[in-house]
Every structure is written in C-alpha cells, then in structure tokens.
C-alpha cells in the first residue's frame, strides 16, 4: 500500500446535504483526526435540516466526532431532495463558508454518488475550494453507488467501534432505515480496510491532488 501523508492540518472543513452524511462518510475520520489534534478548527456546513429535530441531532453528533475541536456549524433549511431546484442558495453557502476559512482539508460528497442532493453539493465544492485537498466520502444507500477509491483513512478497531456507536446514539430519527445499522457501517469499513491492509477504514474519492515529492 503507497502512503502519501497531508501533514498536519489545523483547520477542516466538512460538508454535508443532510444532517448525517458528514459523520456516515466521515465520522471516523473526524475522530481520529480530532482526538490526535486538539484544537483542530472543524468548519461544518450542512445543507438541509435547520431549525428541525434533525439540526439538534446534527449539533450533539458532531460535538462527539469533534472533542476538544474548534466546531463551527452551520445547518441550513433548503429542501431536502430538492437541491438542484435551489442551486444558487446552495452555492451562496458554499461561497459563505469558503469566505470564512482557509483550510487545509475538504471533506464532502463524491462527485458521482448518485444522491442528487450529493452530487450537487460534490459539484459545487471545487468552484469555492479551488485550491484544496477534497476528500469525497461515500454514503453507503440502497442505489448501490459504491465504487472503486483511491485514498483511504485506516482506522482503529476502537475508532470504528465508536463511530458506529455515536451514529445509533446521536441519529434516532434515521433508525428506521433499513440499512442504518452497525452491520452495514461496520461492513463497509472492513472491506475498505482489507482493501489498505488495515482492519478498518474509510475511504476517499480524489478528483485532483498535487504532489511535491521533489521538495
């Protein structure tokens, strides 16, 4: 496995459509990246969801895939699954937030999840970050989008245990959902880390990365 490290990065920023999708693709990530770092200034914006159940689920979740982090959160009220109707107030707040940090690290949607919702705020996020390192994380879902990654998060068993822990702690609306449980989200971590000789792991969509090997 080539392993190529992003330094230390003090300030994230991560991006969601709908209240969940940042801790689902990058919970894990956060938590590892958050305990190993206090102090990390997280940069949260998500799409959909304000002033409802699910902007309060949304705070305590990533309040605990973020200890001792600077978070700042932001939920906004647009539609959910109606995105591409609102493309210039989606854009306006992708705009806002990219006015408000410089970061060294962008987590959001893949560019090709087939979630509309998804994929349009994938879209939008290398019109603001145009100089960026942009992880796209997956969202394991029913219309089985699931590719072939190119960068991965190894994670501990204790991390992966955890992650799974708070997304059944902090999500109850989203607990009907047949496949919101700890096989499907524990599964997924294991083929992803077999895929990187690890136990667990997340892994990443990377449209464009530039490397400095010479310097």
């Known amino acids: 496995m080539i392993r190529l490290g992003a330094g230390r990065p003090d300030r994230i920023v991560a991006v969601g459509a709908h209240c969940d999708d940042i801790a689902i693709g990058a919970g894990g990530t956060l938590l ?10 997280v940069d949260a ?23 001792d982090a600077d978070l700042r959160l932001t939920v906004h009220k647009l539609p959910d699954g109606r995105l591409p109707a609102h493309w210039e107030e989606a854009k306006a707040a992708v705009e806002e937030l990219r006015a408000q940090t410089d970061p060294d690290l962008v987590l959001a949607p893949r560019t090709d999840d087939a979630h509309q919702d998804h994929r349009g705020l994938a879209q939008l996020i290398p019109t603001a970050f145009r100089d960026h390192l942009v992880l796209g994380y997956e969202i394991v879902k029913w219309d089985g989008d699931l590719g072939r990654m190119a960068a991965y998060q190894p994670l501990s068993p204790e991390i992966a245990e955890e992650k799974v822990r708070l997304l059944q702690e902090h999500y109850p609306s989203q607990r009907h959902r047949p496949w919101y449980d700890r096989e499907a989200f524990l599964g997924l971590a294991r083929i992803r880390g077999i895929e990187c000789h690890e136990r667990y792991a997340e892994a990443f969509a990377v449209t464009k990365l530039t490397l400095n090997l010479g310097g």
């Open 45 to 67: 914006l998500v799409l959909s969801g304000g002033g409802s159940e699910r902007e309060q689920e949304e705070q305590a979740a990533l309040a605990a895939f973020c200890p």
């Open 32 to 41: 590892a990246m958050c305990l190993a770092r206090p102090g990390l200034r």
